[in-house]
């Protein structure tokens, strides 16, 4: 017995430290957006290429990568007690380097992949999302006015429908704009959900280092938040139910990845781990759907 006790504590030990490992390269962002763009796909009925995949892959990393590397800039690793900004922090130079040379490869495979006009609206997208982060940089108050969880659920939209919408272009009609619809809705809400989740659980570190969030402005979602996100799915649930007109895995599966994010807020998880788990917990509907449908 005592052995097995031992043997899970190693496991679990190891699951935590993989997890904290891929939090703070951040590559939980760009697993959980190829597996929305795989679901985007499906929903619209349309192929995608690999290379479509890896250029999503890439571009969400720059952007989430980029993000933590200008929040953990110029900051002292002793005094950052978010765990992935820690990570960032001591490996600044090394994270920053490799993130110039993903930069430069995801820049020359846009060029040889992407014709122009796709080009164009992919600058026009990210030069909008960076100028967000420029003027945050410069003026912190500008969070207040437009919240980066927000920033984050419209760009998660627009990145995983870019290239499914490029392949579906020729066939532009009604049926379509519904299908971008119904699935815009529940998966910009949920990523939004997941924001406001890791928000209300670091929302105390967050008010120390004088970070804006929604949990620091609204300390009311700290307190109701396992509450919001279990009626959050019944909503998508019913909301889909209405545009399907029948109850649906798509539906039930975002119910699922909302409530699971709920049950996230329990005491008896570590804190540190609790926005890894968020992040795992968007890629549920894709499990529910890959084995379901």
């Known amino acids: ?50 290379s479509e995949r890896l250029l999503l892959f890439l571009a969400t990393w720059l952007v ?24 960032v922090a001591r490996n600044f130079w090394p994270l920053l380097s490799l993130w110039v040379i993903l930069f430069m490869a995801t820049a020359v495979m846009t060029c040889l992949l992407l014709n122009l006009t796709a080009i ?4 026009l997208i990210l030069g909008l999302l960076a100028g967000y982060f420029g ?27 870019f290239f499914p919408i490029l392949e579906a272009r020729s066939t532009v009609n009604q049926e379509l704009g519904l299908s971008l619809f119904r699935f815009s809705l529940p998966a910009g809400g949920l990523i939004l959900l997941n924001c406001l989740g890791i928000a209300s659980w670091e929302a105390e570190k967050d008010r120390q280092s004088g970070e804006s969030t929604l949990a620091t402005r609204f300390p009311a979602v700290v307190k109701f938040f396992p509450g919001i996100a279990i009626a959050t799915g019944i909503v998508f649930l ?48 894709f499990v529910i759907l890959s084995i379901l449908s």
């Open 135 to 161: 003027i945050c940089l410069r003026l912190p108050s500008a969070r207040w006015v437009i919240p980066r969880e927000v920033i984050v659920s419209l760009f998660f939209i627009v990145a995983v429908l």
């Open 120 to 123: 164009l609206i992919a600058v």
């Open 1 to 50: 017995m005592i052995v097995v006790y031992h043997g899970e504590m190693k496991m679990g030990f190891f699951m935590s430290r993989l997890l904290l490992l891929v939090n703070g390269l951040s590559l939980d962002a760009p697993l959980v957006s190829i597996a929305w763009q795989e679901i985007a796909a499906r929903q619209l009925h349309v192929p995608l290429q690999s």
């Open 238 to 285: 019913l909301i889909d139910r209405l545009l399907a007109h029948e109850w649906n895995i798509f539906g039930v599966s975002v119910c699922t990845a909302a409530v699971l994010i709920g049950f996230l807020n329990s005491e008896r998880i570590p804190q540190d781990l609790k926005p890894i788990l968020a992040d795992a917990m968007l890629i549920v509907p």
């Open 64 to 87: 989430y990568a980029g993000d933590r590397l200008l929040d953990s800039r110029g900051v002292l690793t002793s005094v950052v007690e978010i765990p992935r900004h820690r990570f």
